[in-house]
Nanobody
Framework: QVQLEESGGGSVQTGESLRLSCVVSGYIDKEPCMAWFRQAPGKEREGIAALDSRQASSYADTVKGRFTITQDKGQNVLYLQMNSLKSEDTGMYYC???????????????????WGQGTQVTVSP
């Protein structure tokens, strides 16, 4: 059974950094997409960073240039390095894995069949 577990969230001040980790356990044959999503209070969940099967990354405009998604395939860990954090980055962060290809870009949450429980990030002014 595939399980995803996030860690690394916390409370920081504006301008600081955090690195989120997502440990993927269980066997996954294919990973067309792996991604980080976040949900801010009162808002819909949004895709913020994703890797496709060729390890090409994509980012939401709101985090481009500040966040970096990477994967350690040997350890089955997905990372999200978050720099220059802003108060609007506050939210619950989820990692997700899609094991079947869809017509949607990796930043769209349609088709993701495995999700973690989330880790909270709070950025104070």
């Amino acid at each position: 059974q595939v399980q995803l577990e996030e860690s690394g969230g916390g409370s920081v001040q504006t301008g600081e950094s955090l690195r989120l980790s997502c440990v993927v356990s269980g066997y996954i044959d294919k990973e067309p997409c792996m991604a980080w999503f976040r949900q801010a209070p009162g808002k819909e969940r949004e895709g913020i960073a994703a890797l496709d099967s060729r390890q090409a990354s994509s980012y939401a405009d709101t985090v481009k240039g500040r966040f970096t998604i990477t994967q350690d395939k040997g350890q089955n860990v997905l990372y999200l390095q978050m720099n220059s954090l802003k108060s609007e980055d506050t939210g619950m962060y989820y990692c997700a894995v899609q094991t079947m290809s869809t017509a949607y870009p990796c930043l769209v949450d349609r088709g993701y069949n495995y999700w973690g429980q989330g880790t909270q990030v709070t950025v104070s002014p």
